[in-house]
């Protein structure tokens, strides 16, 4: 697949929850982007040089357009640093240069494979673009996570027949209070399945509480993996993410381009202790 830096236009750049929601049309490369893969925003304007560095963010959904040839896509971001605080100052009618569509797409269930879903803060933003994209018979459960309600954004999405949807919030103020990876366990415990796969997004914290889960439960674990990017497309090595090797070594490879899509087997995770 072709990658490529476009010019887009803003159509929507505005807060939702306590995340931004920024809406783009998009007429090339970026209209063939597939659930996981991410795009590379530079901030900086035509004439301007700062931010040097890009900003990667995933898809979080990938909308029609009202010209047939052309997509809208639409990111869902935490303000931070400075990056994040100018990209919130863009408004409707802005342009924007985004390289894309970076990285690998979810491999998608197979068939007869109950789908599990869990999200962790913003890392709800790869999973809505999966979820839109699976078959609607699939057996799918949806674990939403997340500080408080403010943080649980795009619930209306979510809706189809036969949904198993459950929602956490470290503060109670929405669902279940506690962590999310707490009612997927008794989800599990109650519900025991042979074959399922497991899709996530999220604080690294909760991502390795989930590779624990994957292990006791036998369940086939991708997630969505964040590094610090700087190019995104493989050579500066600023993305190095630790994968284990079949003689039981560590081989460091680049998120940007060998991700942002792990199988949770194959993440050393001893790397990190
Ligand atoms: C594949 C991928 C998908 C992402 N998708 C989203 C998303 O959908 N929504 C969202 O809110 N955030 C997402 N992030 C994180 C997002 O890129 C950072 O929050 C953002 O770059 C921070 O920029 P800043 O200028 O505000 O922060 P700063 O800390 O000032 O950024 C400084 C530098 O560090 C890099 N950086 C900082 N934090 C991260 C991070 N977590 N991941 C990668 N690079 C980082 C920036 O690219 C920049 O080069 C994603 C990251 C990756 C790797
Ligand atoms: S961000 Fe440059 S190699 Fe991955």
Known sequence: MYIQDEKVV????????????????????LTRALPGQFINIRISGEREAFPLLRRPFSIARMLSSTNKKSKRIEVLYSVLQIGTKLLSLKRKGDFLYVLGPLGHSFPLPEKNEETIIVSGGIGIAPLIFLFESLDPQIKLSIFLGAKTKREIVHRDVFKRKNLNLQIATEDGTLGTKGYVTAILSRYLEAHRTTRSILYACGPRAMLKALDGICDQWGLRGYFSWEEKMACGIGICLTCACPVKTANEGTNMV???TEGPIFETSKIDWDYFV
């Not at 159509?11 to 090339?28: A, D, M, V």
């Open 254 to 256: 680049r998120c940007c």
């Open 10 to 29: 803003i159509l929507e750049n505005g807060p939702t929850g306590n995340y931004f929601k920024l809406i783009f049309e998009c007429h090339g490369a």
